[in-house]
């Protein structure tokens, strides 16, 4: 089980250009979440995705937007972005369970995106 | 809103030392609570949880005890190792995950 894949490892944008980081959830689970977790701060959530739609957010503006794929793989996309977007990109997956909502499981976490914006 | 205070880092301590680190939340349900540990260059992972009052929370010596009372989740462990220095997060769920600042914790041998 190679459980929760990000990729790039490493990522260097400027100023007003787009982004876009990607994950593979462990085997077995369907729900996606990101975080951005900025440098000495504890991770903040941006929004997760299940069935291919956007299930929930944090207080991110719109330029962050998502996807999630048929088969539970998911993007984060990032458009016109800012110094203040620098930061380490978590995605966690986890399995969701019937009538409840997925953070209440475990969700197990990626080794992260770090993003630089110069 | 619901949040998490940690206490501020770095924690220094030497092998074999009591650690103790504080975490205290505000909560308008009854929010499970966890406790995550970063090791440098990797991911978050789930170190224990809790997800109801007078609950016990242990893995790996650590233990957390979730007070309603004192809204607090304070993590202990009874012999810290070197190999047990990280930052460490603690966390709630309400309808999605909150994390605490983080605390690094530094063991010299």
């Known amino acids: 089980d190679a459980g929760v894949t990000q990729s790039p490892t490493h990522l260097i944008k400027t100023r007003g250009q787009q982004v876009t980081l990607r994950c593979s959830p462990k085997?077995?689970?369907?729900?996606v979440s990101w975080y951005q977790q900025a440098l000495g701060q504890g991770p903040q959530f941006i929004f997760q995705?299940?069935?291919?739609?956007?299930?929930q957010r944090g207080n991110f503006p719109d330029r962050f937007s998502g996807h999630q794929f048929p088969n539970y793989s998911s993007e984060l996309n990032v458009n016109a972005l800012l110094l203040g977007d620098s930061a380490l990109y978590l995605c966690?997956?986890?399995?969701?369970?019937?009538?409840?909502?997925?953070?209440?499981?475990?969700?197990?976490f990626g080794p992260g995106t770090r993003l630089t914006v110069l | 809103g619901d949040s998490v205070t940690q206490m501020e880092g770095p924690v220094t301590l030497s092998e074999e030392a009591f650690l103790t680190i504080n975490c205290t939340y505000t909560?308008?349900?009854?929010?499970?609570l966890f406790w995550y540990v970063q090791y440098p260059g990797e991911g978050l992972q789930l170190l224990l949880k809790?997800?109801?009052?007078?609950d016990k929370g242990s893995n790996k010596g650590f233990e957390a005890t979730y007070r309603k009372e004192t809204t607090s989740f304070h993590l202990e462990k009874g012999s810290v190792q070197v190999s047990d220095s990280a930052v460490y997060f603690c966390?709630?769920?309400?309808?999605?995950?909150?994390f605490g600042t983080g605390t690094r914790l530094q063991v010299f041998p």
């Open positions: 809790a997800t109801k009052a007078d």
């Open positions: 966690a997956s986890s399995l969701r369970i019937s009538g409840g909502l997925s953070s209440y499981n475990e969700q197990f």
């Open positions: 909560a308008t349900g009854y929010p499970s």
């Open positions: 966390a709630l769920t309400a309808d999605k995950l909150i």
């Open positions: 085997s077995g689970h369907d729900t």
């Open positions: 995705y299940y069935e291919e739609e956007e299930r």
